[in-house]
């Protein structure tokens, strides 16, 4: 009977009838035309487990002891190049977001995920920066001609513009360094650690000023406790301005600042090397505070401005 296992017959052994009725009639997945065929062969030796396959339909079928029952394998959802398997109260499809998109946790989605927009796919051209409208609204400021500079104002949407400076020699932009940092960096701890985030110049006058420009992307804080997330800017190991508060939670669920920064204008009185940094800690020393989440794109900017 169907069920009866596997035997290893070795090299002379003569089958009994019951030996190949069992094994291999009765265990084999057995082909027949339609349904009617498979009654007419099987009706006199039917036993639960048996396995046949109907050309009429082309299923497999398996027999419960009472009836012959379809076995069905799930279909998948995935229908596009780049579909992904997941889940909602069943197994779900998520279409595939557009170039660039970055795939986020949202639990008002079914899926609890979706695509958005990556705030590093707002830069579109050489010397563009990434800037904000309003609170966590990145917005790209395009770079401006030769010789223009960057000043403040509250009539832009960002506040601020590119300007052809007035002549003389005060206020001028003599040199810019930026630099990029893109690689998640996370910390428990309320003391400080390096962001990862830093930038070198090498002022040409000693009345010379520096403007540097932080812009953090994507940082979290998480977990329980109320963690809050600080950073502070600095000149080699000297504070410059003061700590920056960059997130806050009261649950377990986590917050994200998607976007915080500082600008402080410097007065470093040298023409050594000087190497700007920004620093971040938990300042409750518990859960988890992140700076590039998911390997966002962190910028620093310093001008060297003529005094």
Same mark, same amino acid.
């Given at each position: ?15 009994? #009838? ?9 265990? &084999? ?8 065929? /498979?009654?007419? !062969? ?32 799930? #279909?998948?959802? $995935?229908? +596009? ?11 779900? /499809? ?22 958005? !927009?990556?705030?590093?796919?707002? $830069?579109? *051209? ?7 409208? !309003?609170?966590?609204?990145?917005? /790209?400021? =395009?770079?401006?001609?030769? %010789? @223009?500079?960057?000043? #403040?104002?509250? !009539?832009? *949407? ?5 300007? +052809?400076?007035?002549?003389? %020699? ?16 996370? &910390? ?35 977990? =329980? ?9 600095? /000149? ?17 669920? %986590?917050?994200? #600042?998607?976007?915080? =920064? ?8 040298? +023409? ?19 700076? @590039? ?5 962190? +910028? ?8």
């Amino acid at each position: 009977m169907a069920g009866a296992g596997y035997k290893l017959f070795n090299t002379g052994d003569v089958l009994t #009838a019951a030996q190949v009725n069992t094994y291999l009639q009765q265990q &084999t997945v057995m082909v027949f035309a339609d349904a009617t065929a /498979r009654t007419t !062969a099987l009706s006199s030796v039917l036993a639960e487990g048996m396995i046949t396959y109907l050309q009429s339909d082309k299923k497999v079928y398996k027999y419960n002891g009472t009836a012959w029952v379809e076995i069905v394998t799930a #279909a998948s959802p $995935l229908t +596009t190049k780049g579909d992904l398997y997941t889940y909602s109260t069943t197994d779900a /499809r998520l279409g595939v977001g557009t170039n660039n998109q970055t795939l986020l946790a949202d639990s008002t989605q079914t899926t609890g995920l979706k695509w958005a !927009a990556s705030p590093t796919s707002t $830069l579109t *051209a050489k010397g563009d920066l990434l800037t904000a409208t !309003a609170a966590n609204t990145i917005a /790209r400021l =395009g770079v401006g001609t030769d %010789g @223009q500079t960057l000043v #403040a104002d509250s !009539a832009q *949407a960002t506040g601020l513009k590119w300007a +052809t400076p007035s002549s003389g %020699g005060s206020g001028k932009i003599l040199q810019v360094v930026q630099a990029t940092y893109s690689t998640a960096t996370s &910390t428990t701890s309320n003391s400080y650690i390096d962001t990862g985030l830093t930038a070198t110049i090498t002022p040409s006058a000693t009345t010379s000023k520096i403007l540097a420009i932080v812009s953090h992307v994507t940082c979290k804080v998480s977990g =329980g406790g109320d963690p809050v997330g600080l950073f502070i800017l600095l /000149r080699g190991s000297t504070q410059l301005g003061t700590e920056q508060v960059f997130g806050r939670t009261f649950s377990s669920g %986590g917050i994200d #600042a998607v976007f915080t =920064g500082i600008s402080y204008l410097d007065s470093p009185a040298s +023409t050594s090397s000087l190497t700007y940094k920004t620093q971040f800690q938990n300042a409750a020393n518990t859960g988890t505070v992140t700076m @590039q989440r998911g390997g966002a794109t962190s +910028t620093i900017i310093l001008m060297e401005v003529s005094a």
